[in-house]
């Protein structure tokens, strides 16, 4: 099993190389200059053009700039941010921590909130599943900024108890139980942009799953041996059914770190996101790039350990995983 | 220990039962009487889609209760009508006087769940009191599994193991009757005997009756006393397994006869019943087995046949054909080749 996960630890880290490159020649195909970017329309002098081309290295030949872009990498130097004048690493750091911050909560919450309304459905059937389907599909379907819009014209405009956007207050406490008050205060908007989605797509994969594991044999082995059914769905349906909605686990992750884009921009949350957006608009490539790896190894990861949660949940995966490399 | 006297544990009386299956109706029983006395074993043979596993499943209550319906007739256990019952009330009934155990035994174990909690669910609240470990024991000892399965899981173990579980899940409640819906036919022929040999064995020494499906008339006639032969939804002839086994009257149960003994014709091919079990989708006017029967006359198309009794030893039939009750099993037999 161990050397099962060597494996897959191997080829998550091919895949992470095979995404730094493509996403390295992607940056260069795309139009515009970052020098020109940096300097603006101001007309500056061919001399100071062609020196800034040269402290950056965008003099070189393409493959020159990936391998130094590489030996760079290697070294933990991800660049340095051209609009920001500042490293790339740096920034990007503490941006990914704000958007975790977002992005986990908005998951977990979302993976139980959805499995518990699909289960609720699927045990009492008849009107209330209908209910959660149709609400689900709302879910769905409906666009996250539009959502976010009117959830800040509700509850931060109208109704005036929860803050418009940002992340914390200037005049709420700097630390302790107030500041963290002040956080989740804040949270409470985007969270449920991101959520109205996450719900909807686990409920739906759940529902899905329970459906099925419903006609298998081993429930009507349940019910012969007299059986309620709530202890049925809880401990024979819900087990089985999860085994699916963690395979969405992994995905949704990487979903969500796309939805951060909108949803910070939205809300003006100091994450990755936003940090992303103004990058595009600045031409600040080494940012793109850093971005990107950084989200790129956040995905990997999270499709590993979802790898990993699932010989935990499943006893057959386990034994299968046993067996072949032991 | 079968005296007609004695109160019958299950009394099916001429059982008519429906459900729907994407929007076609099937009427899977259509005239299903049956009954078991307490510690008698019983079987139920008849070809795939004659409907034994539907009266097996109605008997417990199993089939789905949204799309079921029960027409006409009465299924008594232990002196109780159970066709108006509510999930409720099956519970309490599949917990202490009725069990099951299924075809396929990978697909009937939760298959994430280990097979001590899964045996331990199926003890009744009420026998937990002397230990619900040392009751898991017994249970396993019961069915001759060794102790180590307790922790595996269903997929780590053999397919004579997992029918042993299912077994000792049946038997966690000391019920009166146990429904075997073909037990074996997943298995592989040496663990088939052994499944049979434990089943016959265990019967004996708890005293309960058995329902043992199959399709099989050969095992069912070694395993059980007395027989029922079923054919599209009906029971078409019951008996001592002897009388029906020397004298089978009906040309279905012959036929059946005939295929199991792997019957060769005279121009060597295998004895078959010709046709197919017909769609219990549709209404069947007269005698179901009509259209595959050797021996149809023109009363079988307009009327259904009438039930008469054949001998002394409670042997039943409901055949036109078979009324003089004269005919040998070989003769007026000619098989049709499929």
Request: include cysteine; proline fraction near 6%.
């Amino acid at each position: 099993m161990w050397q099962y996960f060597l494996k897959r630890v191997f080829w998550s880290i091919v895949t992470i190389f095979v995404i730094i490159i493509v996403n390295f020649v992607l940056i260069k195909l795309v139009p515009g200059d970052p020098v020109h970017a940096m300097i603006g329309d101001f007309p500056a002098p061919q001399d100071y053009i062609d020196q800034l081309r040269r402290d950056f290295g965008l003099d070189q030949p393409l493959h020159v700039q990936l391998w130094l872009y590489l030996g760079n990498l290697a070294q933990g130097n991800f660049g340095f941010s051209f609009a920001n004048r500042q490293p790339v690493l740096d920034l990007i750091l503490g941006r990914t921590v704000n958007t975790l911050i977002l992005i986990l909560p908005a998951i977990v919450f979302s993976a139980i909130i959805g499995i518990a309304l699909s289960l609720a459905a699927a045990s009492r059937g008849g009107g209330f599943d209908i209910t959660v389907s149709a609400i689900t599909l709302f879910g769905y379907s409906i666009p996250v900024f539009w959502l976010g819009q009117v959830l800040v014209l509700i509850f931060a405009i109208v109704l005036g108890v929860l803050p418009t956007s940002g992340m914390y207050s200037l005049r709420a406490p700097q630390s302790g139980f107030g500041a963290f008050l002040d956080l989740l205060r804040h949270m409470v908007l985007p969270l449920a942009c991101i959520m109205a989605f996450k719900i909807a797509v686990f409920s739906r994969t759940a529902r899905a799953s329970i459906l099925g594991v419903l006609n298998s044999d081993f429930v009507m082995t349940a019910r012969a041996k007299g059986l309620s059914r709530g202890y049925t769905l809880w401990r024979h349906v819900l087990p089985n059914a999860v085994i699916p909605v963690i395979a969405v686990f992994g995905y949704q992750f990487g979903h969500a770190l796309t939805s951060s884009l909108l949803v910070e921009t939205v809300f003006a949350w100091p994450g990755v996101g936003q940090l992303f957006v103004t990058a595009v608009g600045q031409r600040d490539f080494p940012v793109l790039q850093g971005i990107l790896l950084l989200s790129t190894i956040l995905v990997v990861v999270a499709n590993v350990l979802a790898d990993l949660l699932y010989t935990i949940v499943d006893p057959r995966i386990r034994r299968s995983l046993g067996a072949r490399h032991a | 220990m079968t005296s007609p006297q004695a109160k019958p544990l299950v009394e099916i009386s001429d059982l008519h039962l429906s459900y729907t299956m994407q929007r076609a109706t099937i009427q899977a029983s259509r005239g299903a009487s049956l009954t078991i006395a307490p510690g008698e074993a019983v079987g139920l043979v008849g070809e795939s889609g004659s409907g034994k596993s539907t009266l097996a499943r109605a008997l417990l209550g199993l089939n789905d209760p949204k799309s079921t319906r029960i027409d006409s007739g009465s299924i008594f256990v232990d002196g109780t009508d159970v066709t108006r019952f509510g999930e409720r009330d099956w519970r309490v009934l599949r917990g202490s006087s009725l069990s099951m155990v299924f075809q396929d035994p990978l697909s009937f174990l939760n298959p994430v769940m280990r097979i001590d909690r899964q045996i331990v669910e199926a003890i009744p609240k009420s026998m937990r009191a002397e230990g619900v470990s040392e009751r898991v024991d017994d249970l396993l000892r019961l069915v001759k599994l060794p102790q180590a399965a307790r922790r595996s899981y269903p997929h780590e173990l053999s397919g004579g193991m997992r029918q042993r579980v299912l077994l000792a899940m049946a038997l966690a409640s000391k019920p009166k009757l146990l429904v075997a819906d073909e037990p074996t036919t997943a298995l592989d022929v040496t663990t088939q005997a052994e499944i049979m040999d434990l089943l016959g064995e265990l019967r004996q020494r708890l005293g309960m009756a058995m329902l043992l499906i199959s399709h099989d008339l050969g095992l069912v006639s070694k395993a059980c006393e007395r027989i029922y032969v079923m054919y599209a939804g009906r029971t078409v002839e019951w008996g001592p397994g002897s009388s029906i086994l020397k004298t089978p009257a009906h040309p279905y149960t012959k036929g059946l006869f005939d295929s199991a003994r792997a019957l060769r014709l005279p121009n060597g091919l295998f004895a078959t019943i010709g046709g197919d079990v017909p769609n219990l989708a549709h209404k069947i006017e007269g005698c179901p087995f009509r259209m595959r029967c050797p021996l149809a006359m023109p009363k079988c198309t307009t009327m259904s046949p009438a039930t008469q009794v054949l001998g002394q030893d409670g042997h039943w039939v409901r055949c036109w054909a078979a009324q003089d009750s004269g005919i040998a099993p070989a003769q007026g037999n000619d098989v049709k080749n499929a």
